[in-house]
């Protein structure tokens, strides 16, 4: 099938690939040229496990082209798929700009019957304002096309979002048209043989089944989080607490791993999203309102515990910090409990050297060159003539390291752990002083 895909992000370069790889003929259009033609030359613009291979193929292959060619995209596309980034705006609502902009361009150029795919992160009612950006550009232009909009979110999750385009859980259609149903079925059907994931309805439902999912997996975790703070107070260890609740299945064991803090592209903004149209609404949306509080807070964790550790003082200090991304097998940073952590020691006088096996040139680019951040080939580098350690992604290169090295290149032997990679009691047989979130003696450092 003939597909078009606005945005070539995290969302849409993968998902144009997956489609690409399965026969479909994908135009990709995007508004940055020095991506286009990076990618246009092979190089690819982020680290997802699997995706070069496949963009390079399928692109070879001619089944995968990418422009800034907008007219020549929307001419291509029977299916016509928005991208595009829904970041929030100053008050945290979704900032629709480039969504909108993007229905603008498909009316502007509209030379056929055309199935508009809001794939982008939306707020319930979006896929309205499209129909009536489409409509509106049209009258403008005293044109006249036939369309459908359909809510189609996507729940891949970054580090392993190829294997979930290509296998995905579930597929939403939210549409009112046969035709769009159809024409979807028939695209996805690759992904679709084992049994029927597409799930229909009314578009509005679909919106905010996105929203929904998003908020329920950040309640997990900032609620994981907040009783790990209360585990703090009682003594208690989360480990023991995790594993007690998670073996109960209306529960379960993913997603109530405690830590400091999520971070990323989606579950921030999608929350902070959630609680603005809930208010716009009339409805106050007090559940959200606390995961989004907690979750600001556990951000800060580490540096609370680093500053109760040296009496306040860090100047001077030198921190081996060891994770940059919100989280393994990306070198996305959006939000990351690395950054609030890397500049709350900054603005305390301490100098960072980090490492991350995939984040280090996107920290280079948010940062640029400042005498306080030394980037660090490997992991065991940043230990060189630093005070202490921090742990900030649960990369899997992290989970079994030289503890005695650790210890011997630290000044003091002291590990500062935002997400509960070690075991307590093994630091301390190691003379490893360990603070980790929630887990009751250690974070008093008495173990
Ligand atoms: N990243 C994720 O894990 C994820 C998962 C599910 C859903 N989403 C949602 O998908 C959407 C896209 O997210 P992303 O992480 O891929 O964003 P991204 O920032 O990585 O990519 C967005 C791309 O859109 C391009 N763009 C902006 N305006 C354009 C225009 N007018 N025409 C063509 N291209 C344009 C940008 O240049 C950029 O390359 C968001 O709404 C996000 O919430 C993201």
Redesign the pocket.
């Known amino acids: 099938m003939k597909v078009t895909v606005?945005?070539?992000?995290?969302?849409?370069?993968?998902q144009a690939a997956v489609l690409a790889e399965v026969g479909h003929d994908v135009v990709c259009?995007?508004?940055?040229q020095n991506?286009v033609d990076n990618l246009k030359k092979g190089e690819i613009?982020?680290y997802e496990p699997g995706l070069t291979p496949l963009v390079k193929s399928n692109f070879d292959a001619g089944h995968l082209i990418f422009t800034?060619d907008?007219k020549a995209g929307v001419e291509h596309g029977e299916l016509i798929f928005i991208?595009?980034?829904?970041?929030p705006d100053e008050d945290g609502s979704?900032d629709l700009k480039?969504?909108l902009?993007?229905a603008e361009?498909i009316a502007t150029h509209m030379n056929n019957h055309k199935i508009i795919i809001n794939?982008?992160?939306?707020p319930v009612g979006t896929a309205d304002r499209v129909r009536a950006t489409v409509s509106g550009k049209l009258d403008a232009l005293s044109k006249t096309g036939e369309f459908d909009v359909v809510s189609n979110?996507?729940?891949?999750?970054?580090g392993a979002?190829v294997n979930d385009c290509m296998r995905p859980d579930r597929i939403i259609l939210g549409t009112d048209s046969e035709h769009a149903e159809k024409k979807l079925r028939e695209l996805y059907s690759p992904f679709n043989r084992n049994h029927d994931k597409v799930i229909t309805m009314d578009i509005r439902s679909a919106e905010l089944t996105?929203y929904a999912a998003?908020c329920m997996l950040a309640t997990k975790i900032s609620f994981m989080n907040e009783i790990a703070n209360l585990a703090e107070y009682f003594g208690a260890d989360i480990e023991h607490v995790r594993h007690g609740i998670g073996s109960d299945p209306r529960i379960g064991y993913q997603f109530i791993y405690p830590g400091c803090g999520y971070g990323?592209?989606?579950f921030p903004?999608?929350v902070q999203a959630l609680v603005r149209s809930a208010n716009s609404v009339g409805y106050k949306a007090r559940i959200l309102e606390s995961v989004e509080a907690v979750n600001y807070d556990q951000k800060e964790k580490l540096f609370e515990y680093i500053m109760r550790h040296f009496n306040n003082d860090v100047k001077g200090k030198t921190v081996a910090l060891w994770g940059l991304s919100f989280k393994p097998n990306t070198d996305?940073m959006?939000e990351a409990s690395s950054r609030v952590l890397m500049e709350r020691l900054w603005e305390a006088g301490a100098m960072v050297q980090a490492y991350d096996p995939e984040a280090m040139e996107e920290t280079q680019r948010l940062y640029g060159d400042r005498e306080d951040l030394r980037l660090m080939g490997t992991k065991e580098a940043t230990l060189n003539g630093a005070d202490f350690m921090a742990i900030c992604t649960e990369w899997q290169m992290f989970r079994a390291p030289d503890f005695e090295l650790i210890k011997t290149k630290l000044k003091e032997p002291l590990i500062f752990d935002g997400r509960n990679l070690f075991e307590p009691q093994r630091m301390a047989e190691y003379g490893l002083q360990y603070y980790a979130i929630g887990r009751g003696l250690s974070v008093k450092g008495k173990q």
Do not use: Q
């Open positions: 606005f945005g070539i992000g995290y969302v849409g370069l993968v259009v995007d508004v940055d991506k613009p982020i800034t907008a991208a595009v980034g829904t970041p979704a480039y969504v902009a993007v361009t794939k982008s992160t939306v979110p996507e729940f891949l999750k970054e979002a996105k998003n990323g592209s989606c903004k999608d996305d959006r």
